[in-house]
């Protein structure tokens, strides 16, 4: 019965075809056949043979030229997938390939949470003057908020277990997705940098005194640090490369068995802090020092930042979800994001605080405060704990978006392997100890700059799959360089995404230069854009595009109907 008169069923199974369509990958590639495209608007009465792309095909799939609208109407095109747009890595997930269950996307998440970076977050709220609960709720806000996108976006992924590379291609052109893939790997790469000197420090901190205070320690001018602290860095460098070459189901055994351990540490952190401050007392008595209206001025570019924060992963989640079982696996997975945020943040703001009563002074930075507790085998943990918090975070959050990118630019050289390795090289290019070094608010500034660039793009992926593709896309239209193919637009490049994603930056761009110290005084208005980078980006990208996209489909939509319209 699988045969059917395709002019009477256009999509049949249509909810059930990735089973059937990529249960065995070669026949994805090697049968298909470049058929002539022909107009299905005409009564066809020749039964089709029965084809997986048949129902890949979408029949809402609107916003792209006229051909695709007669296309996916009723009789499919057999489309060539196109080799360079194609390798084992951006093909679809096969079922067998579909082994993460909602506990291992939890623990993923829990990995990525887990780390210096966000330990820091609740307590750098503090400082600028927000009560202990506050900086904490202002954390889970932005994480509750986020898990929208970071939902929505991973719903492709797991439909039709594709990349967020490909998934680019349905919005932005089979050629124009090179722009938000390659957008995301730039910040990847910055912040797999940031990360690996952070994971170099925790190794400097094991090093025996004589070699901390040798003449190796000592600043170069021309490299920046010391050769001791970059031979750490490198170091730690290298420990990443064994997991990153193992790809994606090494980073899931990682991300799996330390999640665990990674809660054991912190909860052991957060038991000393306890016992020998004797209770959490001074930081429950860390009250606001703001007025009402200083901090809802502090609030908002604060909300930004922590969006900002994953803002990254919430674009290239399908990524991860795409090797998900199901789309209660991804949710479910996901759904503890805000939760994992507020407790970790919790026990930075809790340890940090409890240091002035331990030691007299404030230690915000994790990696002084173990070696300021001592002890040989509390160095040890440190190292692990330390260790694995940045190795869990920085491979999956900053390797596989860039490796998947630099694999989407060219399918035929780059494999994930490669694109990982030429991320971890860039990863030193950007330096990233003169970046820690001039300042730490260099990376917040970051921060709130690069979501002027993750907001707009995420902004128009969401409305384009869900309000005018209606969560249907055609799947070996997203392989195809084929003219006709529903993805090409003009050229490769849909020109309606690029206007939109520039209409999402440019408002953005005053601020961010006068924060940098580029521009003297900006307007009111422009700072106010700039501390609210990632609501105004995301929301003015994705109306621009919904409205030129809408105008296009009428557009094409009255073209069609003309040739029909009696002639007088």
Same mark, same amino acid.
């Given at each position: 019965m699988l045969s059917k008169c395709l002019s009477l069923h256009p999509h049949p199974h249509h909810h059930h075809h990735h089973a059937l369509l990529f249960s065995n990958p070669k026949p994805f590639f090697s049968t298909l056949k470049t058929k002539p495209y022909y107009n299905s608007t005409l009564p066809?009465?020749?039964?089709?043979?029965?084809?997986? =792309? $048949?129902?890949?095909?979408?029949?809402?799939?609107?916003?792209?030229?006229?051909?695709?609208?007669?296309?996916?109407?009723?009789?499919?095109?057999? #489309?060539?997938?196109?080799?360079?747009?194609? *390798?084992?890595d951006l093909k679809p997930t096969t079922s067998d390939q579909r082994t993460f269950t909602g506990l291992e996307?939890?623990?993923?998440? @829990?990995?990525?949470? +887990?780390?210096?970076?966000?330990? !820091?977050?609740?307590?750098?709220?503090?400082?600028?003057?927000?009560?202990?609960?506050?900086?904490?709720?202002?954390? +889970? $806000?932005?994480?509750?908020?986020?898990? #929208?996108?970071?939902?929505?976006?991973?719903h492709p992924g797991t439909k039709y277990g594709i990349s967020f590379p490909v998934l680019a291609r349905s919005s932005f052109g089979i050629r124009g997705a090179h722009i938000p893939t390659l957008l995301r790997a730039l910040v990847g790469c910055g912040w797999y940098g940031i990360e690996t000197w952070i994971g170099g420090e925790a190794i400097f901190l094991l090093l025996p005194e004589t070699v901390k205070q040798s003449t190796l320690a000592k600043p170069l001018p021309w490299l920046g640090t010391s050769p001791v602290e970059f031979a750490c860095f490198i170091v730690f460098w290298s420990a990443q490369l064994g997991i990153v070459w193992r790809g994606i189901d090494g980073i899931r055994e990682l991300e799996k068995y330390s999640a665990p351990i990674l809660i054991l540490l912190t909860c052991c952190l957060l038991s000393w802090s306890y016992v020998n401050a004797g209770g959490f007392g001074h930081m429950l008595s860390l009250s606001s020092s703001l007025s009402n209206s200083e901090f809802w001025s502090l609030f908002f570019p604060s909300l930004t930042a922590n969006i900002s924060f994953w803002a990254t992963l919430a674009l290239n989640i399908p990524d991860f979800t795409r090797y998900a079982k199901t789309q209660k696996d991804q949710i479910i997975g996901q759904a503890g994001l805000p939760i994992f945020m507020g407790a970790f943040t919790f026990v930075g703001l809790a340890v940090t605080s409890s240091t002035k009563v331990i030691f007299g002074t404030l230690i915000s930075n994790p990696i002084q405060l173990l070696g300021a507790i001592g002890g040989v085998w509390t160095k040890i943990l440190a190292i692990v704990g330390i260790s694995l918090a940045t190795i869990t975070t920085n491979i999956a959050a900053n390797v596989v978006a860039p490796a998947n990118a630099l694999v989407?630019?060219?399918?035929?050289?780059?494999? #994930?392997?490669?694109?990982?390795?030429?991320?971890?090289?860039?990863?030193?290019?950007?330096?990233?100890?003169?970046?820690?070094?001039?300042?730490?608010?260099?990376?917040?500034?970051?921060?709130?700059?690069?979501?002027?660039?993750?907001?707009?793009?995420?902004?128009?992926?969401?409305v384009d799959y869900y309000l005018i593709r209606k969560a249907n896309l055609s799947v070996r239209d997203l392989y195809t360089l084929n003219p006709k193919g529903a993805y090409y637009y003009s050229g490769g490049y849909?020109?309606?995404?690029?206007?939109?994603?520039?209409?999402?930056?440019?408002?953005?761009?005053?601020?961010?230069?006068?924060?940098?110290?580029?521009?003297?005084? @900006?307007?009111?208005?422009?700072?106010?854009?700039? *501390?609210?980078?990632? =609501?105004?980006?995301?929301?003015?990208?994705?109306?621009? !595009?919904?409205?030129?996209?809408?105008?296009?489909?009428?557009?094409?939509?009255?073209?069609?109907?003309?040739p029909l319209l009696p002639q007088s």
């Open positions: 066809q009465k020749k039964c089709n043979r029965f084809s997986p =792309f $048949a129902m890949t095909s979408s029949s809402s799939s609107s916003g792209g030229d006229h051909h695709h609208h007669q296309s996916q109407s009723t009789s499919p095109l057999f #489309f060539e997938p196109d080799p360079t747009l194609t *390798n084992d996307m939890a623990s993923l998440w @829990v990995g990525l949470v +887990v780390g210096v970076p966000t330990y !820091y977050l609740a307590g750098s709220l503090v400082d600028l003057g927000m009560a202990w609960w506050q900086g904490i709720a202002t954390v +889970v $806000a932005a994480n509750v908020i986020l898990l #929208f996108p970071l939902v929505l976006t991973g989407n630019l060219s399918p035929s050289k780059f494999t #994930f392997r490669k694109g990982a390795m030429l991320t971890a090289l860039l990863g030193i290019a950007f330096q990233p100890w003169r970046l820690l070094q001039s300042s730490e608010s260099f990376v917040y500034t970051w921060l709130v700059g690069y979501s002027a660039l993750m907001g707009p793009i995420g902004g128009i992926i969401l849909n020109l309606a995404a690029v206007a939109a994603l520039i209409v999402g930056i440019l408002p953005v761009v005053p601020g961010f230069l006068n924060k940098v110290g580029v521009l003297g005084s @900006v307007g009111g208005v422009f700072t106010v854009i700039y *501390n609210n980078a990632w =609501f105004i980006s995301f929301l003015s990208s994705g109306i621009f !595009y919904l409205m030129v996209s809408s105008v296009k489909r009428n557009r094409d939509n009255q073209q069609q109907m003309e």
